[in-house]
């Protein structure tokens, strides 16, 4: 089966790490990537807690949880220092990337790139960087486990 390749990240700067994770660095890992606004309920309430889950459970060098703060709405208060306090405040430690604002667009570059449809929105890359899920909204833990189960034992050859 032929997969699109995932788009790059375009972005504003990283936190929590102190390298440069471009996705083309992280190919051989499966890569999962939570798209979040810090005023998003839904981000609090689920996507943030799914992913520390996930970065918690799986090891770190087979899958590699990010965060891509995608702000497209009260671009005022969702600066770097207030996500500095939010990450520390909810203990975040996984790498949170902040999404490249355009110029004269309320949408960031990543954000338009994958043409999201808002936060939180979650992201799956497979080995090979491979785009295998792109889902808004609400994903439930088991299926998520259950598609990161997959791509962990998926033939690096058969993609």
Known sequence: MKYQKAKSLEVQEWLNTDKDLNLEVLKGNIIVIHVFQ???????????????????????????????HSVFEHHDAMNKIALEAFLHEYKVSFPVAIDLPQENDYLPVTM????????????????????????????????????????????????
């Open 112 to 159: 338009k790139k994958y043409d999201l449809q808002g936060t939180p929105t979650l992201i799956l890359i497979d080995k090979q960087g491979n785009l295998r899920m792109k889902a808004f909204g609400f994903v439930d833990d088991l299926e998520v486990g259950l598609l990161i189960g997959t791509l962990q034992s998926e033939d690096d050859e058969n993609n």
């Open 38 to 68: 810090m005023l998003c309920p839904g981000c609090v309430q689920h996507s943030i807690p799914q992913a520390k889950k996930i970065h918690e459970r799986f090891k770190k060098d087979e899958v590699i949880v990010l965060g891509l």
